[in-house]
Structures are given as C-alpha cells and as structure tokens.
C-alpha cells in the first residue's frame, strides 16, 4: 500500500496552476484557495475539486521511482538515507540504474535487497546497457548471463535497458535485426520469472530512413514477441515523440496519440516513467522537463485510462523520474505528493 500520510502543502499553488491551464480537471481559482484553510487542507481540498472526489488515480503499492533521478544523493549519502527519505515520502518501488551509482561505501546485492526490503520498498526493474564495443562489458549483448544472474538475486520482475534498438541503423531491416536479439533477451529472462523491457525516448517514434511511410516503433512492436519483449513507457518523451514525428520527412501528417499505444496493447507496458515538461515548441524536444505535476502533461487522464482498463488496475508500474532534477529530494518528494493527490472525476 501506498504509505504517504498528508498532502504537501505546495500542491494547492500547483494545483492551481493546472486547475487554469485545463491539464487537470477544471476548477475554478476561488474554490481551489480558501483563506481560512490550512496548507495541508487547502491541500486536501484542491487535490479533491481539482481531480475530482473519486478514489485515488494512482493504484495503491504502485509508485516508484527510477533511482537516476537520485543519483547524487545516491553518489555522496549511499542507498540507505535515500531509501529511507523514499519511505517517508510514501515511494512503494524502487527501479535502479546501475548497483552502485557510485554508492557510498561498497554493498552486494543482498545487502541493496534487503535494504530496499527494509526500507518498504520493492526492487521492481533496472536499466542496463543494450550492447558495447567491449565485449567485457555488462550489458546484454555482452553478458546476458551475468545480467540476469543479477537481476535474479535482487528479486527484479523486470529488466530491461533504456537503449533504443539503433545498434545496426534506423532502416526497417535494422530494427527488425535488433527486434530478434530483444526476443533472444526476452526469452533468456522470461526462463527466470522475469520480463524484458525496453525503455523509449522520442527518437523511437522517427521514421525508418529506408521507407520513411514506417514508424520505427511500430516496427519495434510488430516484430517482437509480445510474450517475450516488454515495454516502459517514458511517458515524457513519448509526448516529445509526438512533438517531433508527427509529420513524415516528406512534410505530410503522420499524428499519434502515445496513449493510444498502451490502450491497444496494455499487456506490453508493465512499466511506465512518470516524467513531466512545460510545453515549449521553441524546443528542439517540444517541453522542457520539470517536477511532476509543474508540467503540461495530462497524468490525471492517462493513468485513469490505464488504470480504468478492465483487470489492469494493479497490471502496471508508475515510476516517477527526472533526468536533471533540480534538488533531486524536492522532486521525489514533490512528484509522490502530487501523484498520490489524483483523484478520478466523478
């Protein structure tokens, strides 16, 4: 269950700014503040009439976070005053990247489990590298077997890498030869009890440079086992995605909905980052990346549409993340408020 006991008292002033801009659902500015209430009413009260008075949108034991976005705090206090500050902050799971992140202080695997474990948290994915030069190096193509070996003793459902499947170009020929590799990775995990995953930026979503008519996602998707290959959605750059490709090189309309890929397919998308931006078309990426819930990014709608979806409620993983936090405990704290303040419309 989701531990975290009281709203932050910013989420009125956040709440606003969302309630006006029409990304939550509409309130008015009078209701949203009232003079006379506390922060933590006040609160309470604009998270209810600004996303409505249903249950909470967020499921409960469902929120994580992706460990990059803490790792200076990681580098210089160690795992254990991070995890202890994710505990407070009402976190549920915890994805890595990386074992050590430059940790404070040597520490095995078990220790990292029983840490999280101590800590209410459940390791639930990580990111490891897709393939290197070095054929030493830890990544799948290189050591497939030391990688699930290590995901296997940390007790992770899910592994996966956050590299986009470029390794032989961006023909459609070249992802479908990537394609096969995954379900290779897929099929070696799924042996364990784990699901492989791969974790999008906005590049994925380009057009094959050899038939530029083809979504290069599309070819990720068609041509991978879907019950081997798995995905975790970076919700952020996927709206970026839609930002750059939603036109051919040619100038002609190519539009998509990154939702519309997870509500034909829930099934694929175990994982999902939490990232938000400010819309900024000057932008080369079409946002700039903030705190969850300072941003434009609609996460009251696509949450409840997952989550609405019949048996797929407690289906899929929610980690908040931010690539350049700018306190990176004000971000985890702020963006596990501010989720946990989401409530379905009536």
């Not at 949203?32 to 009413?41: D, E, F, I, K």
């Not at 000057?282 to 609405?308: E, P, W």
Request: aromatic share 12%; with cysteine; glycine share 8%.
């Amino acid at each position: 269950m989701s531990r975290i006991s009281q709203p932050d008292p910013e989420l009125a002033l956040r709440l606003t700014r969302r309630g006006m801009l029409g990304v939550a659902a509409g309130a008015t500015a009078a209701a949203l503040l009232g003079a006379a209430a506390t922060p933590a009413t006040a609160a309470t009260e604009t998270a209810d009439k600004t996303s409505g008075r249903g249950r909470p949108v967020l499921p409960p034991g469902r929120l994580g976070i992706q460990l990059y976005s803490l790792r200076d705090k990681v580098s210089t206090l160690g795992f254990a005053p991070v995890f202890a500050e994710l505990e407070k902050y009402g976190y549920d799971e915890v994805e890595f990247a990386g074992y050590t992140q430059g940790s404070a202080g040597p520490i095995t695997l078990a220790q990292l489990k029983r840490l999280a474990r101590d800590h209410g948290l459940n390791p639930i994915g990580s990111h490891v590298g897709y393939y290197s030069d070095d054929p030493n190096a830890y990544t799948f193509a290189q050591n497939l077997t030391k990688v699930l070996d290590d995901a296997q003793a940390l007790g992770l459902k899910h592994i996966g890498t956050a590299s986009g499947p470029f390794r032989y170009g961006s023909t459609v020929d070249a992802w479908k030869r990537a394609a096969e590799e995954f379900n290779t990775y897929g099929a070696a995990a799924k042996a364990r009890g784990m699901k492989f995953y791969q974790h999008n930026h906005s590049e994925e979503f380009s057009f094959a440079t050899d038939n530029p008519k083809v979504r290069l996602y599309d070819v990720l998707l068609k041509e991978t086992d879907p019950d081997l290959v798995y995905l975790e959605m970076d919700i952020y750059w996927a709206y970026s995605g839609q930002f750059r490709f939603s036109k051919r090189p040619d100038g002609t309309p190519a539009p998509f909905e990154p939702l519309n890929y997870v509500l034909r397919q829930p099934h694929r998308y175990p994982l999902f980052h939490v990232k938000d931006g400010v819309s900024d078309p000057a932008n080369t990426y079409g946002y700039r990346m903030t705190d969850v819930g300072d941003g434009d990014i609609d996460y009251q709608k696509f949450i409840s549409a997952v989550t609405r979806l019949r048996g797929e409620r407690l289906a899929h993983h929610w980690q908040a993340e931010h690539d350049q936090p700018t306190e990176s405990f004000t971000f985890a704290r702020r963006s596990s408020a501010y989720l946990h303040s989401l409530r379905e419309k009536c």
